[in-house]
């Protein structure tokens, strides 16, 4: 059983989710196989080890015991795993390819510590999601961070981070929209084979509104420059000037009071970035420490 440590990572996955369904989303294997290999474990141990309630999954006593020697084994295979990198002392450039607001605002971050893990030169670049995937494909880079779902064969796709889109402006606007607040804003739109676009006017259609009724007063493609020009917009304006981002991008100007933040009442417009790499990378090293850290992270 410890020599196939595959499953207890997946016992450990389930519980951290407290979701057979959740858990094999971050894993990037279907719920099934999740199923499967608990209950390989629960055969080869001859016992329950977990209770699917209704407020998610909770360990037997035994399921405790085994936990506990589970994380034991996962620390220890960390660290094994960065002394195994040094051994392989292969010299390359790893490639990380983001889409626009992970690669600009999330990613940077990191990279200095994916560096230190991998111990190789980090490049990154940026595009859309489809590119970036497309980029995958073609072998021209090693992990994909993207933000819309472009789901294609011979990838694997792992959940990663939980984003939410807010309405923003430089200037106070109610905490809490209704459509008629949205009819008196001045607007600027993402180009509409945005994923942020799509999903915003899906939400805005269940309201009862469409993008095209609204003052736009600009379309662009980047959140960079929707960002910048919003924050040197005209802050006393009848009609505040917004925008649909990310809390990601405006982070730090909210924080700093330079930008102001709503959501739409009653309303909730989330989705989830993704971790993606080939099929065929699915047992590098590399790969699997870079993806692994990135799992890791439970605050962005």
């Not at 020697?69 to 010299?91: H, T, W």
């Not at 011979?154 to 889109?165: F, P």
């Not at 990310?246 to 009071?257: F, P």
């Amino acid at each position: 059983m410890l020599k196939d440590f595959a499953k207890l990572q997946t016992f450990l996955m389930v519980i951290k989710e407290k979701s057979f369904s959740k858990a094999s989303a971050k894993l990037g294997i279907s719920q099934p196989a999740v199923t499967q290999q608990i209950k390989f474990i629960e055969d080869y141990l001859d016992t329950r080890i977990v209770e699917r309630k209704k407020n998610g999954i909770i360990l037997t006593k035994e399921g405790e015991d085994l936990y506990r020697i589970a994380q034991r084994l996962d620390k220890a295979i960390a660290n094994s795993e960065k002394e195994l990198l040094k051994i392989i002392n292969k010299e390359f450039t790893f490639v990380m390819g983001s889409s626009y607001a992970i690669g600009n605002y999330i990613l940077p971050n990191y990279l200095c510590d994916i560096k230190k893990r991998i111990g190789n030169e980090v490049h990154m670049l940026v595009g859309s999601s489809a590119e970036i995937i497309d980029q995958l494909e073609d072998k021209k880079i090693d992990v994909a961070l993207i933000e819309s779902p472009v789901f294609r064969d011979g990838i694997v796709y792992r959940e990663w981070v939980e984003d939410e889109l807010v309405v923003f402006s430089n200037q106070q606007i109610p905490k809490h929209l209704k459509v008629e607040d949205l009819m008196g804003f001045d607007w600027i739109c993402r180009d509409e084979n945005s994923h942020t676009r799509k999903l915003t006017s899906e939400i805005f259609e269940e309201m009862g509104v469409q993008c095209g009724s609204f003052n736009v007063l600009a379309v662009l493609s980047s959140p960079t420059s929707i960002k910048e020009s919003i924050l040197h917009a005209d802050n006393n304006s009848e009609r505040p000037l917004v925008s649909v981002m990310s809390r990601h991008v405006i982070q730090s100007e909210i924080a700093e009071g330079k930008l102001f933040e709503a959501r739409l009442k009653n309303y909730k417009i989330e989705r989830k970035f993704y971790i993606a790499y080939s099929k065929e990378k699915k047992h590098d090293a590399f790969v699997d420490n870079v993806v692994n850290f990135l799992l890791s992270l439970t605050k962005i």
